[in-house]
Structure formats: C-alpha cells, structure tokens
C-alpha cells in the first residue's frame, strides 16, 4: 500500500490554498449567477416576441384595432405624453383638457398610420 507521502498531488488544502479555493469558488458563482441571468433575459426576450406575433396576427385579420394592439403591447409614453401628465400632477392643467389633448394626439397618430397603411 502506497502512502500519502508517494502520492504525486497532495490530499490535503494547506492554509494558503484555502484563499485560492475561495477565490476560485467566488469567481463560479459569478460565472452561474451571470449564465442564469443571461438565460432568463433570453426566456423574457422570447416571450416578449412571441406575444408581440399573436397581436399582430389579431391586428392583421381585424380581431383588434392597431390602438388597442399598442396599448396591449404597452408600447411607451411619449415625451409630450409625460408632460401632460407632469402638469396634471402639478395643478397646472386640469384633467379634462389633458383628457382633450391627449385624445386629439392620439387620434391624429392613428390618421397618420391610416395614411402611411393606405400609401
């Protein structure tokens, strides 16, 4: 029988080695933690397309109207949007002619699509 002394690699993590393992644990972790999160962006990403096919497939055989296919995809507010509802916040616009401006907006988006989709 062999002893430990003759074997090429020691058994043993001697105090020094023990920063090095620790190090080299800490750094697979990191590794996991950045794998699985690039994992789960790409699972959301492809989601995201795929629900964003199905409305547009109900838009494209007139299900839906494109309006409502931009509110369900939760497309962004604009700029202007956001300002609308800055000076609601601060009193210095009412509802209702904010309820006006964006409704005259939006209605003026949709003629815009209609007449690039007729073109």
């Known amino acids: 029988m062999t002893s430990t002394a003759d074997l090429p690699i020691p058994l043993t993590i ?54 409502d296919a931009r509110t369900m995809m939760g497309s962004e507010e604009s700029e202007f949007e956001k300002k609308i509802a800055d000076a609601v916040a601060w009193g210095m616009l009412s509802s209702k002619k904010a309820e006006q401006l964006l409704r005259a907006m939006r209605e003026d988006r949709e003629s815009r699509e209609r007449g690039r989709v007729g073109a």
């Open 14 to 67: 001697g105090a020094d080695d023990r920063e090095l393992v620790a190090f080299m644990a800490l750094l697979a972790l990191i590794g996991l933690w950045v794998v699985f999160a690039n994992l789960r962006k790409m699972y959301q990403t492809r989601q995201r397309e795929k629900t964003r096919r199905e409305i547009a497939a109900y838009v494209a055989e007139g299900s839906i109207s494109p309006a």
